[in-house]
């Protein structure tokens, strides 16, 4: 059973438009969420994190919205760029220990 | 900081054969995980250490695959015997404490090819 679901394996956005990618929870316990990314034949790399108690984080270029009561969270790339083009992976931690559950990715493809 | 450094990059072997993957990872981290990444379930959390200590070993999927971390700075995951469903790409992490959060830091990760 996958507590953290990102149903959308692929993704095609022009290079200047906005890029949104979307998350899925199980979990209400998780209380701590992250974007990671990742480039071919290179380790996911974390990008931008969000705490159960606020709703937005922005950093740059990148924004990641949490709706808790939907169990849901969004990563907006505005304005997106070629070199944005990777797998991004949703990840969320519990209240207890250190360990990180991760979606199964989406391929994010930003065309010039 | 060299960052976490994982061996060898890639890796085929046949069916039936002991697979042995090396982790170093940063200096000073004291949380170690092994993930596992395919393309149907993504990345997938196989066991982590805390201060070199297996905290959680329910991602294992079978008792064909062990893991160990003799000392703060190694750590192996080992399968024996190797079957072609395990063929996946295998990523080692790193992060300081149990409160640093985004603190995760990944290897490049061991290409495992089982024939």
């Known amino acids: 059973d996958q507590q953290v679901k990102q149903n959308s394996p692929s993704l095609s956005v022009q290079e200047g438009r906005i890029s949104i990618l979307n998350c899925d929870y199980t979990?209400?316990?998780?209380?701590?969420f992250l974007w990671y990314k990742k480039y071919p034949a290179e380790g996911p790399t974390f990008l931008i994190s969000?705490?159960?108690?606020?709703d937005k984080n922005e950093d740059g270029r990148f924004t990641v919205f949490l709706n808790k009561s939907a169990k849901h969270l969004s990563l907006h790339i505005v304005p997106s760029q070629p070199g944005d083009s990777a797998v991004y992976f949703c990840?969320?931690?519990?209240?207890?220990?250190?360990?990180?559950?991760f979606g199964g990715g989406t391929r994010l493809m930003v065309k010039p | 900081d060299a960052g976490v450094i994982q061996s060898p990059r890639h890796e085929v072997t046949e069916m039936g054969q002991e697979v042995t993957l090396r982790c170093k990872p940063i200096?000073?981290?004291?949380?170690l995980f092994w993930y596992r990444q395919t393309m149907m379930r993504g990345l997938e959390l196989l066991i982590y250490?805390?201060?070199?200590?297996?905290?959680?070993d329910s991602g294992m999927p079978e008792d064909r695959f062990s893991a160990k971390m003799p000392n703060a700075s190694f750590s192996t995951l080992k399968i024996q015997p190797s079957e072609p469903r395990d063929s996946a790409v295998y990523f080692c992490?790193?992060?300081?404490?149990?409160?640093?959060?985004?603190?995760?830091?990944f290897g490049s990760g061991t290409r495992l090819t089982v024939v």
């Open positions: 992490a790193s992060s300081l404490g149990l409160e640093r959060i985004g603190g995760y830091t």
């Open positions: 979990n209400s316990m998780f209380d701590y």
């Open positions: 969000i705490s159960s108690i606020k």
């Open positions: 990840a969320a931690k519990g209240n207890a220990g250190n360990m990180l559950t």
């Open positions: 200096s000073g981290h004291n949380s």
């Open positions: 250490f805390n201060n070199n200590v297996p905290i959680d």
